[in-house]
């Protein structure tokens, strides 16, 4: 399919703006501007190292690809604008979050019985996506699955009674950013910047916006580990000083 744009020209429509929208009128009511920049910093080198070897597979395998006309480079079969996407999501995501509250004045010590609950839920997550990872169409989903599960297991680890403590906040900093993207995901898809296979997904959509399931977890999933990233890094530092 011919792309009607190409992957920066989506960037510059519909992400950046976002982005310097958020940066110009930044607020930081969750923690210091240090500290909220920081830890942002932080997530976007491991969202770009962790996320890469991932997202190249599913390229090589043909879970999805771009339009023509869509790419003008790529490097290790990923196109720049994919590694724009996980700088700029990160970013987006954490200058969001920065305008909320929470309450770092809850201690750190926790029971080792209690930090097991969130490694066993994220245990289930992993299980789950290599159930699906049986059948050719439960590739996209079951491999995304997999590959947060070490995510949710260090950030649950560490704090889940805390960002459970805070759900109202971790609830409404994932979920705007996420329908948002799920949006112009929507809106990619239409104008051929890339395309989902038939193959290796489940068939299931999103209503209204005729998403691919696997797309929406994609980014609540996304969304949410820059989400917990952000509060537990600034609840970390908050209780160090």
């Known amino acids: 399919m011919l792309s009607t744009l190409t992957y920066l020209q989506f960037h510059a429509l519909f992400v950046v703006p976002v982005v310097a929208g958020l940066a110009l009128t930044a607020t930081y009511r969750l923690g210091s501007r240090r500290d909220v920049l920081t830890g942002t910093a932080i997530l976007t080198g491991l969202a770009l190292v962790y996320t890469t070897p991932w997202d190249g597979a599913l390229i090589r395998r043909g879970v999805w690809w771009y339009g023509d006309g869509a790419v003008l480079l790529r490097f290790w079969s990923i196109p720049l604008g994919e590694y724009l996407f996980f700088i700029l999501q990160t970013a987006m995501v954490g200058l969001w979050v920065a305008r909320f509250r929470v309450d770092t004045e809850r201690p750190l010590a926790t029971p080792t019985r209690t930090r097991l609950v969130g490694l066993a839920v994220a245990l289930v997550v992993v299980l789950s996506g290599l159930a699906l990872l049986r059948s050719d169409s ?20 560490f704090g889940w009674h805390f960002l459970v403590g805070e759900w109202r906040t971790v609830s409404v900093a994932t979920l705007v950013p996420m329908a948002y993207l799920c949006g112009i995901d929507s809106i990619a898809i239409r104008l051929g910047v890339w395309t989902i296979s038939k193959q290796y997904t489940t068939g299931y959509t999103v209503p209204l916006l005729d998403l691919p399931i696997e797309e929406a977890v994609f980014f609540f999933l996304t969304t949410l580990f820059v989400v917990q990233g952000v509060v537990l890094y600034t609840w970390l530092m908050d209780r160090w000083e």
């Open 138 to 157: 439960g590739l996209y989903l079951g491999s995304l699955l997999v590959w947060s599960g070490p995510i949710l297991a260090i950030q649950w680890l």
